[in-house]
């Protein structure tokens, strides 16, 4: 009952509240080793020190945090270690109701929907979704997962070729050995007989 009663105060204190946040983008794509800069906005100019941001990543298996901002302070220690050292967030455009957060070196395994979840100290809360598609760089990529079929073909034909040449190697050398060991046991024979 206790906890009905909370959600329900939890629940209109927050769809209620005219504290907004949006997206300016609702989805992103880029490709590996990129850089991107995700934006969101919200509807009030504010000091640094009413700001309470938590940012995370949610892919089907798991969540991570990106970015975790308590009192205007990033607090690095919330942050996944994935993200460690690739999320820089502007701190002038925040005061004007603009979280950015760039992220570099872009891996695929940051594919996903980010949410911002962002609280204002005496005006409000709200986060908002986007999402992020981050796709394997085009370039060829070494062996194994490029190798075309004729490739294949015309490997395993330079394998038979060289097969069959190692053979014949093989054999004029047998034969030249057998040839040098017999000699000697002819000639002997001759001078014996
Ligand atoms: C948020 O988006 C809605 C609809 O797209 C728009 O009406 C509103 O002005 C936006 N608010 C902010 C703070 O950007
Ligand atoms: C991406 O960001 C990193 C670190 O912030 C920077 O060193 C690099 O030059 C940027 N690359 C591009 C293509 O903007
Ligand atoms: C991600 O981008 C690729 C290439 O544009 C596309 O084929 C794929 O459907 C996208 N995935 C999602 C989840 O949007």
Redesign the pocket.
């Known amino acids: 009952m206790i906890f009905i009663l909370l959600l329900l105060l939890f629940l209109t204190c927050c769809v209620s509240g005219t504290f907004?946040v949006?997206v300016t983008q609702a989805s992103y794509q880029a490709e590996e080793n990129q850089n991107i800069t995700l934006e969101w906005?919200?509807?009030t100019r504010t000091s640094l020190k009413s700001v309470y941001i938590v940012c995370e990543m949610f892919t089907e298996t798991r969540i991570s945090v990106l970015f975790h901002l308590h009192q205007g302070v990033e607090s690095p220690e919330s942050q996944d270690p994935q993200f460690a050292g690739r999320v820089q967030w502007d701190k002038d455009v925040l005061t004007e109701?603009r979280l950015t957060l760039h992220v570099s070196r872009l891996r695929t395994s940051d594919s996903g929907f980010y949410v911002c979840d962002i609280l204002i100290k005496s005006e409000g809360r709200n986060s908002r979704r986007c999402w992020l598609n981050v796709t394997a760089a085009a370039e060829p990529r070494p062996l194994t997962q490029t190798v075309k079929p004729h490739q294949k073909i015309q490997g395993i034909i330079a394998l038979y070729i060289g097969l069959g040449i190692s053979a014949v190697a093989l054999l004029a050398l047998f034969v030249s050995l057998t040839l040098s060991f017999l000699r000697p046991v002819y000639t002997t024979g001759i001078e014996k007989a």
């Open positions: 907004v949006n906005t919200f509807s109701g």
